[in-house]
């Protein structure tokens, strides 16, 4: 990715805690050791309780589980997330994932979505470019 490319001038993101990205298709949220170790102390658990009855193994990695209608186990409908300001790596850098600001139009299809995507906070090329290089995974 370079800054000349078709979001020079930045992109704007204001997360509006809808859950747009926390529900609806499966998917997996990845988590790091950090990541358990933070949200268990958000959610005031023991790391064992958290990893017990928040996360599931999938192809060797450490997920969140959904609920069964698809929805992140951390995300309640009229809060937003349970666990906000401990929230995974993963779920901290998007939209600004690779896949997703590599177009414009990759980026309108996801907006589509997500009513914080395109307004907001103006958010700088390189941060997005910072973003974009961390693993989704």
């Excluded at 529900?23 to 017990?52: C, H, I, N, R, T």
């Excluded at 060797?60 to 409908?77: A, K, N």
């Excluded at 299809?109 to 470019?129: F, H, N, Q, V």
Aim: net charge negative; aromatic share 8%.
């Amino acid at each position: 990715m370079s800054t000349a490319s078709w979001y020079a001038a930045g992109l704007r993101f204001n997360c509006q805690r809808c859950g747009a990205c926390c529900s609806g298709a499966p998917g997996y949220v990845w988590l790091e050791a950090a990541d358990v170790a933070a949200l268990a102390l958000s959610l005031g658990l023991e790391k064992a309780d958290f990893l017990a009855n928040h996360t599931r193994r999938v192809d060797g990695g450490l997920s969140l589980r959904e609920e069964t209608d698809g929805r992140c186990v951390l995300f309640e409908s009229g809060l937003g997330c349970r666990a906000y300001e401990a929230r995974p790596r993963q779920c901290r850098t998007w939209p600004f994932w690779a896949r997703i600001v590599a177009t414009s139009a990759a980026w309108e299809r996801e907006a589509a979505d997500c009513p914080g995507m395109s307004t907001g906070d103006l958010i700088d090329p390189e941060e997005i470019e910072r973003l974009a290089r961390s693993p989704e995974r």
